[in-house]
């Protein structure tokens, strides 16, 4: 048998490392779990409650990220903190998501399927929410938990996270629409939002953005007090 080319041993170490980033991508619970963290950091123990698994196997999800150079941790008595290693990360995530939905007939499906029937779920015109928000005639609400509101969150929106709402409700005025954002077009926690406002007689709708889609149309969003 031929000896291998430098050539070709030089190719086969390079598309290894390439194998790395997918053989660490390639649960989707990890995904999950990159797709909570681009929100920003959080302990193993909140990012198991979220993801809806147990503290060990969140544990292991992550370990295997961290191997693969994608998300970094640190330590503060017995709590681990983890985050997204750099900004490429949650490139990396939103051009996965742009390719499953421009070739994956079955996601659209999926999608379709679960937003049939819900009202309240249509896509709005972006811009011209920006302006309803800043003119005071749309309330916008963050429905995500208080720790992803203060990492960043869009312009002019107010911190009501879903297990809140209810006992928040006097809050938002009922001459007004609402407009509920959370984690972009796959989380539903804006989607309860919009049924629970909805069947207290509140006119509202969801709007599918996150904060990063957001901003990567152009639109404002704010952090710790300042708008970027």
Known sequence: MAKPSPDRGF???VYEQFARIGKAASSPKRLELLDLLSQGERTVEVLA???GVSVAAASH????????RLVESTKEGVYVTYRLADSAVAGFLGGLRGLAEKRLAELDQIVRGYFQGH???EPLDRRELARRVRR???VLIDVR???????AHIAGALSIPLKQLRARLAEL????EIVAYCRGPYCVLAVNAVEMLRRRGYRAARLEDGV?????RGLPVASAGKEV
């Open 119 to 121: 009202r309240g779920m």
């Open 49 to 51: 409650r979220e993801a």
């Open 136 to 138: 005071g005639e749309t």
């Open 173 to 176: 005025p009922r001459d007004q």
């Open 61 to 68: 999800h992550l370990q295997a990220l961290r191997a693969a």
């Open 212 to 216: 990063r889609e957001w901003q990567g």
């Open 11 to 13: 190719k086969d170490a």
């Open 145 to 151: 938990p208080p720790e992803e509101f203060r990492a």
